[in-house]
């Protein structure tokens, strides 16, 4: 099992700045998943984290926007650039899932973009 | 492209009810169907991974079936109680992410 925290928890954010969520898993992990969910949406994936190479973004999502560094096997950021309103959502990193082994989730940093 | 749907969005129910959380997806070549339960705050938790070989698999109270033919699984929660109340999610993994329905919240009444 992996226990994850996330930073902050929560923000409110003026249009057009940029926002950085920390995610800590207490152990090593191979694999980082950030997600995000819209207000009444279903989680979607953002992009996979791997130590050591470029995150790769789902289609939808592109590094500009959503830059993310993963410098060790237990950290990752994911950051929210130029925000505007429709960034308001719950963002959550999870790491694990193999095919036997469910994933763990962070409890999610709750973004108001105003 | 993967789907999941989920059925009702929204239901509530008196304390000690049975009750029945609907999934479906629509490719059926996924490695395993998870149920979690997400409360407000405290991110997710996962209840049930069901891999794709298995029909069920059971804890507690919750029971989670899963017919990969035909894309179906069901949330059976018995004795339902208020502390049940939260949001259910179905999500297949199909690579090495997740892929997740709307959820189900449920809410039970003492």
């Known amino acids: 099992s992996a226990v994850i925290s996330q930073k902050p928890s929560r923000d409110i954010c003026q249009r057009g700045t940029s926002l950085t969520i920390q995610c800590q898993v207490d152990?090593?992990?191979?694999?980082m998943f950030w997600y995000r969910q819209q207000p009444g949406q279903s989680l979607t994936l953002i992009a996979t984290?791997?130590?050591?190479?470029?995150?790769?973004?789902e289609s939808g999502f592109v590094i500009d926007k959503f830059p993310i560094s993963r410098p060790n096997l237990t950290f990752s950021t994911l950051t929210v650039s130029n925000m505007s309103p429709e960034d308001s959502s719950i963002y959550l990193c999870s790491t694990g899932g193999t095919y036997t082994d469910t994933q763990y989730f962070g409890p999610g940093t709750r973004l108001t973009v105003l | 492209k993967q789907e999941v749907t989920q059925i009702p969005a929204a239901l509530s129910v008196p304390e000690g009810e049975n009750l029945v959380l609907n999934c479906s997806f629509t490719?059926?070549?996924?490695?395993?169907l998870q149920w979690f339960r997400q409360d407000p705050g405290k991110g997710l938790t996962s209840l049930l991974l069901?891999?794709?070989?298995?029909r069920e698999q059971t804890s507690g109270r919750l029971n989670a079936s899963l017919d990969k033919s035909s894309g179906r699984s069901t949330l059976y929660i018995a004795a339902s109680q208020p502390g049940d109340s939260a949001t259910y999610l179905c999500?297949?993994?199909?690579?090495?992410?997740?892929?997740f329905g709307k959820g189900t919240t449920l809410s039970v009444s003492s």
């Open positions: 490719d059926s070549a996924i490695y395993n």
């Open positions: 069901i891999q794709s070989s298995q």
């Open positions: 999500a297949v993994e199909a690579g090495t992410a997740l892929i």
């Open positions: 152990s090593q992990v191979t694999m």
């Open positions: 984290a791997n130590q050591g190479s470029e995150a790769t973004y």
